[in-house]
């Protein structure tokens, strides 16, 4: 079956502090996995996507990593704006069906 | 502006009272899905299409319908709803159901079935 796992569920970091969020992913075949951004009562918008040849991509103060035989993904946030605060989900594709699979998400709050 | 509309933004029925959520997209993408977003759950899919007049069951289809006549707009149909579909539901496209494609959620129905 697959599955998607995040931690931490939850994070509280100061504004200005950098953090890391993890995704472990179990999905066959893998196909890529994609960062999603979710304000609160909103949708959630795409950050990134990683590819099985990708190890590491940015997009601004977010980068995410992938490690393809370990699969684990993280997404490291480097100096936290408050803007920052909401969940991140990890959704990673399967190939054959392209199904998808979605993370619980990892609620971030930054605070002053 | 691209974008993915639901409406309504929130709503309050009661049990067994037939309901419409509307999705509606103007990007032509090809490809459109429901979701339900409960706590400590994720998102889980309950209909996808592919294209017009093609859909095709999720993993929690149970107690909703959909229909896809247009290219644009993909409702979500609670023909009676009960308590345990109390969710918020989103709505989301792609361009097409692709390897790279990413997904463009609408703003969600917050949805309370009393």
């Known amino acids: 079956k697959n599955q998607v796992e995040q931690s931490p569920q939850s994070l509280i970091i100061l504004e200005g502090k950098n953090c890391t969020l993890q995704c472990n992913y179990t999905v066959s075949p893998f196909s890529n996995l994609r960062w999603y951004k979710q304000d609160t009562g909103r949708g959630p918008v795409s950050l990134t996507i990683?590819?099985?040849?990708?190890n590491t991509k940015s997009n601004g103060r977010y980068t995410a990593t992938l490690d393809a035989d370990t699969k684990q993904s993280s997404l490291h946030i480097t100096a936290s704006q408050l803007s920052d605060s909401a969940s991140y989900i990890c959704?990673?594709?399967?190939?054959?069906?392209?199904?998808?699979?979605f993370g619980i998400g990892t609620k971030l709050q930054v605070i002053p | 502006e691209a974008q993915v509309t639901q409406n309504p933004r929130y709503l309050i029925t009661v049990t067994g009272k037939k309901l419409t959520v509307t999705c509606s997209q103007n990007?032509?993408?090809?490809?459109m899905s429901w979701y339900r977003q409960d706590p400590g759950l994720g998102l889980r899919q309950i209909y996808y299409s592919m294209n017009v007049e093609v859909t095709d069951k999720g993993d929690v289809p149970e107690g909703y319908k959909v229909s896809r006549k247009e290219k644009r707009n993909f409702p979500l149909i609670l023909e009676s709803p009960s308590p345990n579909q109390t969710s918020l539901y989103f709505c989301?496209?792609?361009?097409?159901?692709?390897?790279?494609?990413?997904?463009?959620f609408g703003s969600g129905t917050q949805l309370s079935v009393l």
């Open positions: 959704v990673a594709r399967s190939g054959g069906y392209q199904k998808v699979t």
């Open positions: 990683m590819t099985f040849s990708e």
């Open positions: 990007m032509n993408h090809e490809y």
């Open positions: 989301a496209s792609s361009l097409r159901q692709g390897f790279n494609e990413k997904l463009f």
